[in-house]
């Protein structure tokens, strides 16, 4: 399922997966340093799939949010 996700742009690991908040957000979190995507809100079936989509996209594209603080 997690076949399109690229390593991680944080930590090179290939840590990727699809994350759920609630049932109405979505977005890509790295399991190794917790460097996340923004969150894709959804309200259908359909949405969610569009939400995953840019989550996705962000991710593959090195658009990510780090934890770690300073730079
Ligand atoms: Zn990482």
């Not at 399922?1 to 997966?17: F, I, K, T, V, Y």
């Not at 991710?59 to 770690?68: A, C, E, L």
Request: a negative charge.
């Amino acid at each position: 399922m997690n076949s399109d996700l690229q390593p991680c742009a944080a930590c090179h690991e290939d840590c990727g997966s699809i994350e759920y908040e609630g049932k109405s957000f979505v977005y890509i979190e790295c399991g190794n340093c917790g460097a996340h995507t923004a969150f894709f809100g959804f309200n259908s079936e359909k949405e969610r799939l569009e939400a995953e989509g840019k989550a996705l996209s962000l991710w593959n594209r090195g658009k990510i949010v780090s934890h770690n603080p300073g730079e």
